[in-house]
């Protein structure tokens, strides 16, 4: 009994401090990443002014207006996780708004392109709990905080355009 009673106390005394050594981890990593996207983004192949998020302090956003063919423009959101790992997610705004399933002329259609998109494409796409469609990447810091792997990614997320432009179509 006395034994069940220590460890139940040790778990209560422990697993906070685990916590806030995550949260630290985490903490730091969206100063790196807030300081690079800083300097990535002003890149002449990326071209985006990042800020911190209102609504999610993990989250960087920033919006890409130049160079595009098709789409409006892409909003960028970049999210530090609880996983450790960092998230892309590129909202490609078309005709005013975002591209969602539910509004699609063909959403079965746009749906098989998109997983076709996946197969070929560096960025995946999929759609978010509302519908709207993004392509995405993630990457994990189990080997650290990869500089070079985030702007190869940045660098990348123009691309997006050309394949908005393939699936008009069907939105």
């Known amino acids: 009994m006395r034994l069940t009673i220590f460890a139940v106390l040790c778990f209560f005394l422990i697993a906070p401090l685990a916590a806030n050594a995550q949260d630290s981890a985490r903490d730091a990593t969206r100063t790196q990443l807030g ?25 960087f956003v920033g919006l890409m207006t130049t160079g595009l063919t098709y789409s409006d423009s892409l909003e960028i959101v970049v999210s530090v996780s609880k996983s450790n790992t960092i998230g892309f997610r590129v909202y490609p705004h078309y005709k005013g708004g975002y591209i969602n399933l539910g509004r699609a002329k063909n959403p079965n259609a746009l749906m098989r392109k998109l997983l076709y998109f996946s197969d070929q494409n560096f960025l995946f796409w999929g759609a978010d709990d509302t519908s709207d ?3 995405g990447y993630t990457i994990t810091l189990e080997s650290g905080f ?26």
């Open 35 to 59: 300081q690079l996207l800083q300097t990535a983004g002003a890149r002449d192949d990326v071209n985006v002014s990042f800020r911190q998020s209102t609504k999610n302090p993990y989250n």
């Open 133 to 135: 469609v993004f392509s």
């Open 146 to 171: 990869p500089p070079e792997a985030i702007t190869i990614v940045l660098r990348s997320i123009r691309n997006t355009d050309k394949f908005v432009g393939q699936i008009t179509s069907y939105i």
